[in-house]
């Protein structure tokens, strides 16, 4: 047997695996993972998660920059919303930003007692792939899902690297999540927005007029940057 | 909008839909409900469904004929164990039986909240898209799933379900799970016992060579009964 990876579909399912001994990759492609990795690539310092809207707005009034989001739409008292295209380098570089969403911040948090939380997302894929099979740990890919309801864009991300792991030797899964996610990732793979309009969250992205990142959250590997959440605070790793 | 049709992957995630005005169909191929419908496909009068090990003992203390199983083993203390092959007409005919399970019995008795649960297999498929049709309530298709995790043989039969639900114009679905759920029957439904090889539980039940109950578990419209879950005990519709 090699090392284990499992696909776990919602937050709200995370305590049922074992993950003492697990790399845990968060997974939040609509969007939160998808803007962290671009708030790395173009240069932040920390980033810094935030489950709770009163704790953001408390540093907001501390002076950090706030970025902050509740069903897609920005917070008033936040700096920022959600779209990955306000955080370019000139906004972001060597800055310290406070981030609250819906769904990531929660999936982010939840991992402690884990051996290590990353951040996946398709712009720095591969970088992910390299790392998970040089580390050679048990792996947990964590979907922040809709409000702890399984999601369709996670799920496929998560097809797509398990395919990777499975196919290096030194891992193997026994789970039906991994399996189907594979499954899903085949269908998806040759015409990936096309798969995606089956998905609640674009049509979400669409109603409020957001639907333009969406081809940007799924373009592999625009950076070799790996988010790790550590005592509190995301860093580059 | 027509009725809502919604798929749930797990009793841990049971409260996240509202169900108040939903029927709820509790899935469990491999194997509770394809047991159950067999038990009322050969005359049972009523199930009662317990959670507790220790409960079900002392049923069998009082006299009752008891089916209990963990993990696919039958219990030291139980007449019977799970396969469905045990229940034949002469065997359960106007009986009255307690039945105890990993996973199944657990989601029957869960979801009550709702306006009414019933319970689904292939068995019984026909009749129960029938009756939800027929009723024109929302619909949650309910998976037992392994131990509240995902399992592919309760999806594929809630795709199969929520197609046929979907292909009639009075319901309608926007959950990430039927898009899924729906997607994998397609890819299931010309092979089902191929596809059926992916799943950990085919893997477990062969393993204790239990694996003869599979394609009977996969098997069409046997019965048009549909037992009903009310006040604490399961009866025919």
Chains 1, 2 share one sequence.
């Not at 809207?53 to 540093?59: C, F, T």
Request: charged fraction near 25%; glycine fraction near 6%; include cysteine.
């Amino acid at each position: 047997m090699g090392k284990k990876v499992e696909v776990c579909f919602s937050p709200a399912l995370y305590n049922l695996y074992d993950t003492n001994n697990s790399i845990v990759v968060v997974v939040d492609i609509l969007r939160a993972t998808s803007v962290i990795c671009t708030m790395f690539m173009n240069g932040v310092k920390e980033v810094i998660p935030v489950r709770d809207i009163d704790e953001a707005k408390r540093l907001k009034n501390e002076g950090y920059i706030v970025v902050a989001e509740r069903d897609g739409k920005k917070l008033d008292f936040a700096d920022f919303g959600n779209s990955p295209f306000f955080f370019t380098e000139k906004i972001v570089k060597n800055k310290l930003l406070v981030y609250s969403t819906t769904n990531g911040t929660n999936a982010i948090t939840i991992g402690q007692n884990s051996k290590q939380i990353i951040i996946g997302s398709f712009l720095n894929f591969q970088a992910v792939v390299d790392y998970l099979i040089k580390q050679n740990e048990n792996v947990l890919l964590l979907c922040a899902g809709w409000k702890d309801k399984f999601n369709i864009e996670d799920t496929i991300y998560c097809g797509a690297i398990a395919e990777k792991l499975l196919k290096n030797n030194s891992f193997d899964s026994i789970c039906d999540s991994v399996q189907i996610s594979i499954e899903l990732w085949k269908l998806a793979e040759n015409d990936i927005l096309g798969f995606i309009e089956k998905a609640a969250q674009y049509n979400r992205l669409k109603k409020m007029g957001y639907d333009n990142v969406i081809p940007y959250c799924h373009t592999f590997n625009k950076t070799n940057i790996i988010p790790v959440f550590k005592n509190g605070k995301l860093l580059k790793l």
